[in-house]
């Protein structure tokens, strides 16, 4: 069965320093793996997603992910983090799992961003 | 005007009582969904639609049921509303994409905050 760990539930980082948040994913087949962002009183918008093509994954705003197999992990970085990106974020893994195709999503990471 | 509109974005009602959240959408998808959000479990399931005349239970169904009413409007019951379905519920829709299943984005709209007293 698939299972995704978010392994921080908050991240708070100051502006302008690197952000990393952390995914890890349990899948027997061959995954999807995506990341959503939730801002306050905001549904999620996905932000980059990986469906076995370039392992390095580039989405919205300055965020990048790598698909890493062998490490079982999908972490999301930015270089340099903006007020703006306050928000929580959303790990999701989308796979064969018994009785049909299933996105799991992970419990998010809250990042915090200091002035 | 928002892509995907929930109705109502908040809503507070007492234990047994029936409640209704709406979803409609404009994006043309054939694909919708009703997730719930808990504080520190993330998203789950409860129902989803492929289509007009297919719906599908979530791994939380236990408790409420839909109905696509169109390909652009699907809504999530509780019949009789208890305090452990507090949270806030979401929509969402995809497309039918090419290739590989589940690979597509999903669309959400901004949630409907449901307290049960």
């Known amino acids: 069965a698939q299972s995704v760990t978010q392994l921080d539930s908050h991240v708070s980082v100051s502006e302008g320093t690197p952000v990393l948040l952390r995914c890890n994913y349990s899948s027997s087949y061959s995954p999807s793996l995506f990341w959503y962002v939730q801002h306050p009183n905001k549904g999620l918008q996905l932000l980059l997603k990986?469906?076995?093509?370039?392992?390095l994954v580039k989405g919205i705003n300055g965020f990048e992910a790598e698909f890493k197999k062998s490490e079982t992990s999908f972490h999301l970085t930015k270089p340099s983090a903006h007020m703006s990106d306050a928000a929580e974020y959303f790990c999701v893994v989308s796979d064969l799992d018994t009785g049909g195709f299933k996105t799991i999503f992970g419990a998010g990471t809250r990042l915090f961003v200091k002035a | 005007d928002a892509d995907v509109t929930q109705t109502p974005r908040n809503r507070i009602t007492k234990t047994g009582k029936r409640i209704m959240l709406e979803c409609s959408q404009t994006k043309g998808h054939d694909r919708m969904y009703w997730y719930r959000q808990d504080p520190g479990l993330g998203l789950r399931l409860i129902y989803y639609?492929?289509?007009?005349?297919?719906?599908n239970k979530g791994e939380i169904s236990d408790g409420y049921s839909v109905s696509r009413q169109a390909q652009a409007k699907f809504s999530l019951s509780l019949e009789s509303a208890i305090p452990n379905q507090t949270a806030l519920y979401f929509c969402a829709t995809s497309a039918i994409t090419s290739g590989r299943p589940n690979t597509g984005e999903l669309f959400f709209g901004e949630g409907s905050r449901l307290t049960v007293l």
């Open positions: 639609s492929f289509d007009v005349k297919d719906i």
């Open positions: 990986y469906t076995s093509a370039a392992t």
